[in-house]
């Protein structure tokens, strides 16, 4: 699941969709690549320190209860924040990754960490009215948030082009569904939120149809100190500062740590491998702040 993964409502989602939106610049200037490794390593330290406010988030075997109630806490203000916050960039992020996936009409794909559905609605457009779409999340706020979502959307349209939507309750570790159900599936900001990521991909490989693909987006723990430092600094000066506005300080300050914990794309693709996926690939995009892993059953 995303913390900056979901929408504002219709009209912003409308504005967001129809506008080009640019990568604001930020005011952090790096000079050397030493000096942009200590300040990542310096903002690294301080926001562990704030996200330790969120109790087990990175505890062994108190991970996913923890996280689900930064999401559950999160969710009334999510949609808003991730506008906000992404400048309207993560429409943007959201389309490559339903497009690499590979979904098509009258297709069955499945979201996993759906969040307040996003990934699943562009799915929905992609598969159309002859396909299926499932969301999943385990938090329950997110998914009653994706429900009203559906509801007002599909009230706007004829029963002849509605998409089939199901919303579920479930561990992406121990995915509720049968072998090869799916023949296209999206994962957004929640790879890295899971607890064991090797099995979660394991569930995603077992539930594809051969041929099926998944994306995977997310946060790019990126190598390089230049994006690295820069990615910092956007979390510490600007994403954990308007959080707090919101009363959400130490949920959003879980980010950094999150992330940096995160395996890279080398890693990932070598991950998705062991799980079972004949062909695995990272991109990163948006000028490495962000990756997607592309993964294809044989």
Not at 27 to 33: G, L, N, W
Not at 161 to 171: E, F, P, S, Y
Request: a positive charge; hydrophobic letters at 40%; one cysteine or more.
């Amino acid at each position: 699941m995303a913390l900056l993964s979901s929408a504002s409502g219709a009209a912003a989602n409308r504005l967001a969709q129809e506008r080009q939106c640019r990568v604001a610049s930020t005011s952090y200037t790096i000079a050397a690549p030493v000096r942009t490794r200590y300040l990542a390593h310096r903002q690294f330290s301080s926001t562990v320190a704030q996200a330790s406010e969120v109790e087990g988030a990175f505890t062994p075997g108190q991970e996913a209860e923890a996280r689900r109630g930064i999401f559950n806490r999160i969710s009334t203000k999510y949609d808003d924040l991730n506008n906000l916050l992404s400048f309207g960039q993560h429409w943007v992020w959201k389309r490559m990754a339903v497009q690499w996936s590979r979904a098509r009409a009258g297709q069955r794909a499945l979201d996993v960490c759906c969040g307040s559905g996003d990934l699943a609605f562009m799915l929905a457009q992609a598969v159309g009215p002859t396909g299926s779409v499932v969301g999943l999340d385990f938090a329950a706020d997110m998914l009653r948030d994706a429900g009203s979502r559906q509801a007002r959307t599909q009230s706007e349209q004829p029963p002849s082009q509605r998409t089939t939507m199901q919303w579920v309750q479930g561990d992406a570790m121990e995915l509720p569904f049968g072998a090869a159900e799916f023949d296209a599936a999206t994962m957004g900001y929640g790879l890295r939120n899971v607890a064991d990521i090797p099995a979660a991909l394991r569930e995603l490989h077992r539930v594809l149809k051969p041929g099926g693909s998944v994306a995977i987006l997310d946060f790019n723990n990126s190598p390089d100190a230049l994006v690295d430092g820069v990615q910092a600094a956007f979390l510490e000066r600007l994403v954990v500062p308007v959080a707090s506005q919101y009363g959400l300080q130490a949920e959003y300050a879980y980010l950094r740590p999150s992330i940096k914990r995160f395996p890279q794309g080398r890693e990932q693709e070598r991950l998705a491998r062991e799980a079972g996926f004949k062909r695995a690939v990272h991109y990163e995009i948006s000028f490495g702040l962000m990756g997607v892993l592309v993964a294809t059953k044989a």
